[in-house]
């Protein structure tokens, strides 16, 4: 398999330009789509749909935050999305825990207010997080130290499952 | 998909669900997350001086199937000692449950969480 990367022309950063990236992504495709390929014969038509497919998979990859990282940690060799790790980092869960029973509470109370506030508490951290990772991958630190850079990026599946919730949470009551 | 009987059962009707002091000398405090979906398990165990689990708890975050394990694993290990409760498999807690597959994970987090609670204990311990 090419490196998703380098298929896209793009250094191997966490930080990019999601705009270069669609529109990369686009020329991309037009070049390998499957009408282009019609005069070549069957088997550089089914070379094309193939081409298309990586292409497809490699923009769904980079364009999402977690999983360019979870991508870039599996090129430093661990797999994150197939593995069945458990996170053991006390300190981190615990926080983790008293968030999800806040957001509980604010769920019973029906607080609105509440939720809006504690998503941008939430978005915050989340944030702060992702300058974290966006800072040590741009720089290659995970090459050097996989394991640690790994944990970073499993914590933020943690923070963007519990940022979906809120969002539910508001949706449910923001009728 | 559809949830098992068991894990039916223990998501609507879940086992020993609270907390206990954690900073008690007596109580171990097991903290898991799995990364796949997002899910938190805390279980703590109340051990007595003979090194026996007298009483457990957990709180869980998470799908029916990671409350299921966590409430039965609390329910197991009651009674047992330490190293009685270190040997209870996942896959054992998988069987109980008839978990499929892709839930494999909850019942790896609940063999976890008796890991992680029991080497709370033992850090807790004067050397």
Same mark, same amino acid.
């Given at each position: 398999m090419?490196?998703?990367?380098?298929? *896209?022309?793009?250094?191997?950063?966490?930080?990019l330009d999601q705009t270069a990236l669609t529109n990369t992504f686009r020329d991309l495709q037009k070049s390998v789509h499957p009408d282009q390929f019609v005069s070549q014969g069957e088997q550089a038509q089914r070379l094309a749909v193939q081409? #298309?497919?990586?292409?497809?998979?490699?923009f769904q990859t980079l364009k999402v935050p977690l999983k360019r990282a979870q991508y870039m940690l599996q090129l430093a060799g661990i797999d994150l999305q197939a593995e069945q790790h458990t996170l053991r980092d006390s300190? *981190?869960?615990?926080?983790?825990?008293?968030?999800?029973?806040?957001?509980?509470?604010? /769920?019973?109370?029906?607080?609105?207010?509440?939720?809006?506030? *504690?998503?941008?508490?939430?978005a915050a951290a989340q944030k702060q997080l992702n300058d974290k990772i966006a800072q040590a991958l741009d720089a290659g630190q995970h090459h050097q130290d996989a394991p640690t850079w790994a944990n970073e990026?499993? /914590?933020? #599946?943690?923070?963007? /499952?519990?940022m979906v919730e809120i969002a539910q949470a508001e949706d449910a009551l923001d009728y | 998909m559809?949830?098992?009987e068991k894990v039916?059962?223990?998501?609507?009707n879940p086992r020993n669900v609270g907390s206990f002091e954690k900073d008690d000398p007596q109580v171990a405090t097991g903290m898991v997350g799995a990364p796949a979906c997002g899910d938190v398990m805390k279980l703590q165990l109340k051990i007595d001086d003979q090194g026996v689990i007298e009483d457990a708890k957990f709180k869980t975050y998470?799908?029916?199937s990671a409350i299921a394990s966590s409430s039965l694993v609390t329910e197991w290990v009651k009674g047992k000692t330490l190293d009685e409760a270190a040997s209870i498999k996942n896959t054992a807690i998988a069987e109980e449950l008839a978990l499929p597959p892709v839930k494999i994970h909850c019942s790896i987090l609940a063999e976890d969480a008796i890991k992680a609670a029991i080497e709370d204990y033992k850090s807790k311990q004067p050397a």
């Open positions: 090419d490196n998703y990367f380098e298929l *896209f022309g793009l250094p191997e950063q966490y930080s081409q #298309s497919a990586q292409i497809n998979d490699a300190a *981190f869960l615990m926080q983790q825990m008293e968030w999800r029973e806040h957001l509980e509470a604010l /769920k019973q109370a029906e607080d609105l207010d509440g939720l809006e506030q *504690f998503s941008d508490t939430i990026v499993r /914590k933020l #599946s943690f923070m963007n /499952k519990l | 559809a949830y098992s039916i059962d223990h998501y609507e998470g799908c029916g």
